[in-house]
């Protein structure tokens, strides 16, 4: 389970799911990993600052602030979506990351489930 993007279309990485949970739990500590500041503060919350690109897009972040990436989910969901239907979710007032790799349902749908099976 190690192939996020697929390199032929110019560009991307390899990584496989507990990396890409680790990557969105690292944004959902903004920016620390333990201590340690690894990101600034200040550049995580300017990534998921809604920007020139749209109000529901960050920095590379799908933002949920008009509740059209994440309908029915809280204003502060955001997620990472990549190649092959492979997607990070953090929901910061749940304390949770989701990877979902491969996919074909509806994100929003199974984070909805997981966020009902853990209330």
């Known amino acids: ?8 279309w ?8 507990w990396d890409m949970a680790r ?4 944004w959902l500590r903004g920016g620390k990993w333990g201590e340690k500041q690894i990101i600034p503060a200040d550049y995580v919350k300017a990534a998921l600052t809604p920007s020139a690109h749209g109000p529901d897009y960050g920095y ?3 933002l949920n602030t008009q509740q059209k990436n994440f309908p029915g989910l809280a ?11 492979n997607a990070i979710a953090v929901s910061p007032d749940h304390d949770l990351v989701i990877v979902w790799r491969w996919h074909a349902g509806n994100e ?4 909805k489930r997981v966020i009902a099976a853990i209330r």
């Open 1 to 8: 389970d190690v192939c996020s993007s697929d390199l032929r």
């Open 23 to 26: 990557f969105g739990y690292l």
């Open 60 to 62: 590379l972040f799908w």
């Open 108 to 111: 929003t749908e199974f984070l």
């Open 75 to 85: 204003t502060n969901v955001f997620g990472a979506r990549g190649a092959g239907s």
């Open 10 to 17: 110019g560009g991307g990485i390899w990584i496989n799911t």
